[in-house]
């Protein structure tokens, strides 16, 4: 038994009125300790969060039962459920969908633990940007977006994140102010409380994490300490913050040899994505509410960014094409190899043409949607020459436009080997063909 709880107790669930008997241990933290509950009759996994006795107040109560009435703001939250008691115990939980056998820490595909390709780091971080724009747009503060509460699988690039009971109404004091890498500059001074605003500060952290192994603000200046101490990291993160690639100061660039993953990868970013850090880490470190990128601008960054991941034929070094500055070399420092432009395809937006991406909604309309993701084509090596091709995969058929022919439908199943004279109808709209 701990805090007045045993695995062999049995919960009682305040809305439903069921019974739930405890299971094994899974972690414990600060607040409190989060247990196996075994529902096998309705068909998910379920978890229990029971609260330490000094963080089981009137508070953390009622701010459960209010993200109950709430409810969850996407698939991607493991949200509150149910409020749950023992009978004759001061304390309480709550019940929450149990985390997925696949979704591994965020932190194990920062410091590479796990495996995971280029183009799922981005459709995560793009993931992740659209599950915080649902919390915000309802009004509601995470306050604690860090490593411990995120979650990914390294196969799909879904996310999920955990401890959601300290979510809180934007303005509103909560208990939590944040995880002190993460919190925004006006937090850690001791300015704000943790805010919407506080939140885009932390997500673009995590983004910048995900995509450059190092902490944005981390350079120089954390190198040169000896030791870093509660009054040195509030100067690094609150007092005196600047970004590692800060255009007008040059003072806290990443240290070679034991800052290396900036150093290699920032110049290998388009410029678009850098430009967004950039943004985010100079002008807002300063204005909050004005400077900072928006969940909606990351997202569709991401999404463009997983769009130009393409291969180095000769180390098999996934990297990125910059179609406003192209590089005619591999990105890996120890491959830098001389690299053809890649096949792509062209709207009003780019997607490079490798075998096994896939052409969705959003490539050939704007305007997002909830079918956006929708495929519409598979790019595939052509069975009969090995060029790369592009197969229909909806059930409309497609107009071929090609210079030295008649145009020519694309049926639906058909595939059509890449020429960059070619240009394609899709749903009405044109797409030209380079590479």
């Known amino acids: 038994m701990t805090d007045g709880i045993g695995v062999q107790d049995v919960v009682q669930l305040a809305a439903s009125r069921r019974p739930l008997q405890i299971g094994r241990l899974l972690g414990a933290g600060t607040q409190g300790l989060v247990y196996e509950v075994p529902a096998h009759d309705i068909g998910r996994s379920l978890a229990l969060k029971w609260y330490r006795p000094n963080s089981a107040n ?33 304390s309480f939980g709550y019940i929450m969908p149990a985390r997925d056998g696949r979704f591994e820490s965020l932190a194990a595909l920062v410091d ?20 915080f724009l649902a919390l915000h747009a309802r009004g509601l503060c995470y306050a604690d977006i860090s490593f411990g509460n995120l979650f990914v699988d390294p196969t799909t690039g879904d996310i999920q994140i955990c401890d959601n009971d300290n979510v809180c109404v934007d303005g509103e004091r909560g208990d939590v102010l944040g995880t002190p890498y993460f919190m925004a500059p006006e937090i850690v001074r001791g300015e704000a409380e943790p805010s919407i605003v506080g939140d885009r500060h932390a997500l673009a952290v995590v983004l910048f994490y995900m995509l450059l192994r190092h902490h944005p603000l981390l350079g120089a200046r954390e190198n040169a300490l000896f030791d870093i101490t509660p ?25 070679a040899i034991v800052q290396d993953n900036p150093i290699v990868i920032w110049p290998a970013l388009p410029a678009y994505v850098r430009e967004l850090f950039t943004t985010a880490f100079t002008t807002g470190l300063n204005d909050p509410h004005a400077g900072r990128v928006t969940e909606s601008q990351w997202r569709s960054a991401m999404r463009a960014l997983g769009d130009l991941v393409h291969r180095c034929s000769t180390c098999g070094c996934d990297q990125f094409f910059d179609p406003a500055e192209p590089a005619d070399r591999c990105a890996h420092p120890d491959c830098a190899a001389v690299l053809a432009p890649p096949a792509r395809l062209v709207t009003h937006t780019t997607v490079v043409l490798e075998p096994g991406r896939r052409i969705r909604r959003r490539h050939i309309h704007t305007g997002g949607g909830p079918d956006a993701e929708a495929v519409l084509g598979q790019v595939i090596r052509h069975p009969e020459n090995g060029r790369v091709a592009l ?27 890449i020429r960059a ?15």
């Open 58 to 90: 009137s508070n953390q109560f009622n701010r459960i039962r209010r993200l109950l009435t709430l409810g969850s703001p996407g698939r991607a939250f493991l949200w509150p459920i149910d409020i749950a008691r023992i009978e004759n115990r001061p």
């Open 421 to 435: 004279d070619m240009r394609i109808s899709i749903d009405g709209v044109n797409g030209q063909f380079f590479g």
């Open 391 to 417: 197969r229909n995969g909806s059930d409309r058929p497609w107009s071929l436009h090609r210079p030295d022919r008649p145009d020519a439908d694309v049926r639906p199943g058909v595939a059509v080997a």
């Open 112 to 131: 590479g633990r796990t495996r995971i390709g280029l183009e799922t780091v981005c459709r995560a971080a793009a993931n992740l940007a659209d599950a």
């Open 231 to 255: 009054n040195s990291l509030r100067s690094l993160l609150g007092n005196a913050p600047l970004f590692i690639f800060d255009p007008a100061d040059q003072s806290n660039r990443p240290v």
